[in-house]
């Protein structure tokens, strides 16, 4: 069975709390094996049969929101697709400063070509974003609350689709875990 990371927004935030041995049991009442969690921010790790992650992603998200009573936005990557984004941002960050912040937004589906250059066109000397499959990275130099282009009019212009984001040490993190064959 191919190994899969569950990427969850807004766990642990607010209202929404919730103990990782509790999360990790909703994934194994789903039928999931070697369950595993990181973090206590919605990282999941799991083996499933299903090799579609569209549909591993609705029956998290229905499993949960009948479980716990609210929506659980779930994004689902294969170990493949986690190190082939590994691979990208270290392409990308290989030249950059060892201070540099990396954030990585998980989305359920591609941008669109004309939404993609929008984003990129959004880019800064200091702030840089980059699209990368169903991920967009961003660089920045200090921290995510001094960011100027996370703030932008131009940004929010966009309409970027609802995504969680993690940091690239927690992405990382999943890598490691992961057996790639």
């Known amino acids: 069975m191919p190994h899969y990371v ?14 990782m041995d509790a999360l990790a049991a909703h994934f194994q009442a789903l039928g999931c094996d070697d369950v595993q969690t990181l973090l206590a921010s919605g ?9 579609n992650t569209g549909k591993l992603e609705v029956r998290i998200e229905q ?4 479980s716990l009573g609210y929506p659980v936005a779930t994004y689902v990557r294969s ?12 392409k990308i960050t290989r030249k950059a400063a060892a201070t540099l912040n990396v954030q990585v937004l998980f989305f ?10 929008q984003v990129i066109a959004c880019s800064t000397p200091t702030e840089r974003l980059v699209v990368a ?15 100027v282009v996370w703030k932008s009019p131009e940004l929010k212009a966009v309409g970027l689709p609802t995504g969680t984001m993690r940091n690239l040490n927690t992405v990382e993190k999943l890598g490691a875990r992961f057996h790639v064959p």
């Open 43 to 51: 990282n999941v790790l799991f083996r499933a049969a299903h090799q």
């Open 6 to 19: 569950a990427l969850l927004g807004g766990i642990n935030l607010g209202n929404r709390r919730l103990k």
């Open 108 to 117: 359920k589906e591609p941008l669109s070509k004309s939404v993609a250059k």
């Open 63 to 66: 499993h949960l929101a009948e």
């Open 79 to 90: 170990a493949a697709e986690i190190h082939a984004l590994l691979e990208v941002t270290s």
């Open 133 to 147: 499959e169903r991920e967009l990275l961003w660089l920045l130099p200090g921290k995510m609350s001094e960011s």
